[in-house]
């Protein structure tokens, strides 16, 4: 009997060792079903926790990082949870004008992660060109995404 539990300790331990980290992933507003007082129209995007033990608690925040006329600017989003667990919906705050990217973090527990996510000129997000991070986006990341949209980054 002992034999036994140590075996499904053992494989309890290592398949917590070989499980994927926290992350997040986008998707098309139609990913997420829609939250009550939320209309589809204000849907900029969708994003889900993967690899969270706890799916439930998973929180997410965001902003959008942008230049409009030559300027910088920044502007909190609206992240409401969608109807299933562990997925939201990321309002479409930022203006039509200018170039934009969003920044979004996830916690589950300890864990973080996060997503720079590319705003194209038609207003939707550029999903080839989203960058994902297990840990925080830096400031650094973020400028060099918008850089790179606005054509002064490589």
Same mark, same amino acid.
């Given at each position: 009997?002992?034999? !036994?539990?140590? *075996?499904?300790?053992?494989?309890? #331990?290592?398949?917590? &060792?070989?499980? +994927?980290?926290?992350?997040? %992933? =986008?998707?098309?507003?139609?990913?997420?079903?829609?939250?009550?007082?939320?209309?589809?129209?204000?849907?900029?995007?969708?994003?889900?926790?993967?690899?969270?033990?706890?799916?439930?608690?998973?929180?997410?925040?965001?902003?959008?990082?942008?230049? !409009?006329?030559? *300027?910088?600017?920044?502007?909190? #989003?609206?992240?409401? &949870?969608?109807? +299933?667990?562990?997925?939201? %919906? =990321?309002?479409?705050?930022?203006?039509?004008?200018?170039?934009?990217?969003?920044?979004?973090?996830?916690?589950?527990?300890?864990?973080?992660?996060?997503?720079?996510?590319?705003?194209?000129?038609?207003?939707?997000?550029?999903?080839?060109?989203?960058?994902?991070?297990?840990?925080?986006?830096?400031?650094?990341?973020?400028?060099? &995404?918008?850089?790179?949209?606005?054509?002064?980054?490589?």
């Amino acid at each position: 009997m002992e034999m !036994v539990r140590l *075996a499904a300790f053992a494989l309890t #331990l290592l398949s917590c &060792a070989w499980g +994927a980290d926290f992350s997040l %992933a =986008i998707g098309n507003p139609v990913a997420v079903a829609r939250p009550n007082g939320v209309v589809k129209k204000d849907i900029g995007f969708a994003v889900r926790g993967e690899n969270c033990a706890d799916i439930a608690k998973i929180q997410v925040t965001g902003t959008a990082e942008g230049v !409009v006329d030559g *300027a910088r600017r920044s502007v909190p #989003l609206r992240v409401v &949870a969608g109807q +299933a667990a562990g997925t939201f %919906a =990321i309002s479409h705050d930022w203006p039509q004008e200018g170039m934009w990217v969003v920044n979004l973090t996830g916690h589950c527990g300890n864990a973080t992660a996060s997503a720079v996510v590319p705003i194209g000129p038609n207003g939707f997000f550029l999903r080839e060109s989203s960058k994902f991070f297990p840990r925080a986006a830096t400031a650094a990341e973020v400028e060099l &995404a918008l850089k790179t949209l606005t054509g002064g980054g490589k």
